[in-house]
C-alpha cells in the first residue's frame, strides 16, 4: 500500500481554472471574487457579514481590535491550541489568560470564573479539532461580566451546536483557510463572521490601513487583505465543503467502530445531543503515543502531533509570564499523549481499516 499520508489538500482543474480566471480579469487586491467569497461564506455559515483577511490569525487579531481590546486588556482563552490564538491577543496589546482543558480538550468553563478580574474584557474559546466548545455556558459568564466572546473557528468550518455553525455564536466567528484545514484558499487566509454591521465595516477598514475612501484613512490598519487569487479558489472549495464535511464524519465513524475495541487508546469525543463536530483532526490518546507513532511511519502511515507543548509552556511565554509546567496538567497530557489519524475527504477505505489494523497490531505485540 502507498504511504498514507495526514492530510491532503485538494486542488484540482476547477480550482485552476477559476485562479488563471481571477488572475486574468480580475484586480490581484479586493477583487470581484473577494466579496462573492465573502457573500457566500457569510451565507454558509449563517451570518449577516463575513470579512476575509489575509491569515486567520489576523482575522482574530483585527476581531480583537474591532472588539476595543484595552491595552493590557486581558482575554481568557485555552492553554491548548496552536500558538497563533493567544498571539493574536497579544498582537492587539492584549495578555492572554488561561485556563486548562475538559474531557472534551476543549476550555474548562468551570475554570473561567476564578480568572476573571478588573482587567479582562473577553473569552476566546478554541473550537479545537473541530469539536464545538460549550457556547451558551460561556456567553451566559460573558453576558454576567459584560465581557465580549470571539470564538476561535479556525479548525470549526462546519461544526453545529445545538443546530448552529460554528462562527455565528458569538459577537465574531474567526476561521482560517490554511492549507490543511477543512477547506482551503490554497494559500493563508482568513474570515471574521458577524451580524454586527459596524463591526464589518470596522474590520474592513483594518485590513486596509484604515482607508475608505481611496487614499482617506480614518484608522491606524495594517495589510491583511485576502489576494483576490486566493478568493477565487475559495470559492470553488466552498462549494464542496458540506460534502467535504459529511465524508469526515463518515471516515470519523469507521474510525471509531474500527477501534472501539482497543483499551490503549482513548477516542475524541464524538456526536453528542448538542455538538456535531467537522473533524478538522481525528485525536486519539494513548500513553505510547511516540512508539505507535514510529510504528505507523514504519508501515506508511504518517500521523503528527497537535500539539506538542500547551501555548504557556513555550519559551517566549515562559519568559513573557513566567508560566511553569504543572499549572494546566490537562494541557500536558493532552500534549503527551495525543496524536491525530489521517483523516480526509478522498481516504479509502482501504487505508482506514489498514491504519486500524496496524494500531491493533501495535498494541498486541
Not at 483576490?228 to 469507521?254: C, H
Request: a neutral charge; aromatic letters at 10%; hydrophobic letters at 35%.
Amino acid at each position: 500500500m502507498d504511504v498514507i499520508p495526514p492530510a491532503n489538500p485538494v486542488f484540482d482543474k476547477e480550482m485552476e481554472e477559476a485562479a488563471i480566471n481571477a488572475l486574468r480579469n480580475e484586480r490581484f487586491i479586493l477583487g470581484e471574487s473577494v466579496d462573492k467569497f465573502e457573500e457566500e461564506f457569510s451565507r454558509y455559515i449563517g451570518t449577516k457579514y463575513a470579512v476575509s483577511v489575509s491569515s486567520g490569525t489576523n482575522a482574530l487579531h483585527l476581531a480583537f481590535l474591532a472588539a476595543n481590546l484595552t491595552v493590557g486588556g486581558e482575554v481568557i482563552t485555552v492553554a491548548s491550541s496552536y500558538i497563533a490564538t493567544s498571539n493574536s491577543v497579544i498582537h492587539a496589546n492584549g495578555t492572554p489568560i488561561f485556563c486548562d482543558i475538559n474531557d472534551e480538550y476543549l476550555i474548562d468553563i468551570n475554570q473561567i470564573p476564578s480568572k476573571i478580574t478588573k482587567r479582562t474584557r473577553g473569552i476566546m474559546p478554541v473550537h479545537l479539532y473541530g469539536y464545538p466548545a460549550d457556547m451558551d455556558e460561556i456567553n451566559e459568564i460573558a453576558q454576567k461580566n459584560n465581557l465580549f466572546v470571539i470564538e476561535d473557528a479556525a479548525q470549526a468550518h462546519g461544526a453545529l451546536y445545538k443546530g448552529k455553525m460554528t462562527g455565528t455564536l458569538s459577537e465574531m466567528g474567526c476561521f482560517s483557510f490554511y492549507s490543511t484545514k477543512n477547506m482551503t484558499v490554497c494559500g493563508d487566509g482568513g474570515m471574521v463572521t458577524t451580524n454586527d454591521e459596524k463591526t464589518a465595516e470596522t474590520i474592513k477598514l483594518l485590513r486596509n490601513h484604515g482607508q475608505y475612501p481611496k487614499d482617506v484613512h480614518s484608522m491606524i490598519g495594517y495589510t491583511a487583505r485576502l489576494n483576490t487569487v486566493n478568493a477565487a479558489i475559495g470559492r470553488v472549495q466552498l462549494k464542496y465543503l458540506p460534502k467535504w464535511i459529511e465524508e469526515r464524519r463518515n471516515i470519523a465513524k469507521k474510525y471509531y467502530n474500527l477501534l472501539a475495541d482497543t483499551k490503549e487508546i482513548i477516542l475524541p469525543p464524538g456526536d453528542t445531543k448538542n455538538k456535531k463536530p467537522s473533524y478538522h483532526l481525528f485525536e486519539i490518546k494513548t500513553k505510547k503515543r511516540d512508539e505507535l507513532l514510529k510504528f505507523l511511519k514504519d508501515n506508511g502511515i504518517i500521523c503528527l502531533i497537535h500539539y506538542p507543548t500547551p501555548i504557556p509552556y513555550q519559551p517566549i511565554y515562559k519568559k513573557l509570564f513566567g508560566y511553569k509546567e504543572g499549572s494546566f496538567p490537562k494541557s500536558e497530557e493532552l500534549s503527551a499523549q495525543a496524536m491525530d489519524l489521517p483523516l480526509f475527504p478522498d481516504l479509502k477505505d482501504d487505508q482506514i481499516k489498514y491504519t486500524s489494523e496496524k494500531i491493533h497490531e501495535f498494541f498486541n505485540r
